[in-house]
């Protein structure tokens, strides 16, 4: 199973852009990049995956190099609201087993 | 659309009894997956279940025990109580085979707190 490694905490302000970065140096052929943003209290929610180059949606963009060894979570113009932890997953594939390792996570604040 | 969902939502025990986890998965999902959730740590792997079979089993003691019913709904069963036990349980559901089927949704937790 692929490991990950991401900084344990990271600071904002509101309206800058966090970039929060993640080594995945094992990641399979077959793995997909996922990242969940989790609230105290609450079960993690997803924000976005990708496989390679980058993917965009609504809440946030994810840049994946070439070699996939490492990823970026890019969220614009963050809120106080988005004060949360932040996970980076590799795994999955795409047959639904879901033996996801989860680490310590990035914890954001965001601050007026 | 109903998301996960997740029953009881706050549970005190003590050492030594049994405690039985529900968990309902989104409509249409069939494969449901716990997790344990200890304060200040990410969530750990305990079960993956599809179709009523056991896929993945994570590395936690026998006392651990799910089943998944026809209906996909499934339940986490843990016996003879620690206080290690502690934690915030997380069920999630997924689809299986189709586009996106490795993306999780995250019921709220159960919190169970063992005395």
């Known amino acids: 199973l692929a490991k990950t490694t991401q900084p344990i905490s990271m600071d904002s302000y509101e309206g800058q852009e966090v970039n929060i970065t993640c080594s995945h140096n094992n990641i399979a052929t077959n793995d997909y990049i996922t990242w969940y943003q989790q609230f105290p209290s609450q079960g993690p929610r997803f924000i976005i995956q990708?496989?390679?180059t980058k993917v965009t949606n609504e809440v946030a963009s994810l840049f994946i190099p070439a070699d996939r060894k490492s990823s970026t979570l890019s969220l614009p113009r963050v809120s106080l609201s988005d004060t949360a932890v932040y996970y980076c997953l590799v795994g999955g594939g795409n047959t639904g087993f879901q033996k996801l390792v989860f680490g310590t996570g990035t914890r954001l604040l965001v601050s007026p | 659309d109903a998301g996960v969902t997740q029953s009881p939502t706050h549970l005190i025990k003590t050492r030594g009894q049994h405690v039985t986890l529900r968990c309902s998965p989104i409509?249409?999902?069939?494969?449901v997956s716990w997790y344990q959730q200890v304060l200040g740590q990410g969530p750990q792997f305990i079960f993956q279940?599809?179709?009523?079979?056991?896929?993945g089993r994570g590395n936690f003691p026998d006392r651990f025990s799910a089943r998944q019913f026809p209906n996909y709904s499934s339940e986490l069963n843990v016996n003879a109580l620690l206080l290690g036990d502690s934690a915030l349980y997380l069920c999630?559901?997924?689809?299986?085979?189709?586009?996106?089927?490795?993306?999780?949704?995250f019921g709220a937790g159960s919190r169970l707190t063992v005395l």
């Open positions: 409509s249409g999902h069939k494969s």
């Open positions: 279940y599809y179709e009523k079979e056991e896929r």
């Open positions: 990708g496989y390679k």
């Open positions: 999630a559901s997924n689809s299986w085979g189709d586009p996106g089927a490795n993306v999780l949704t």
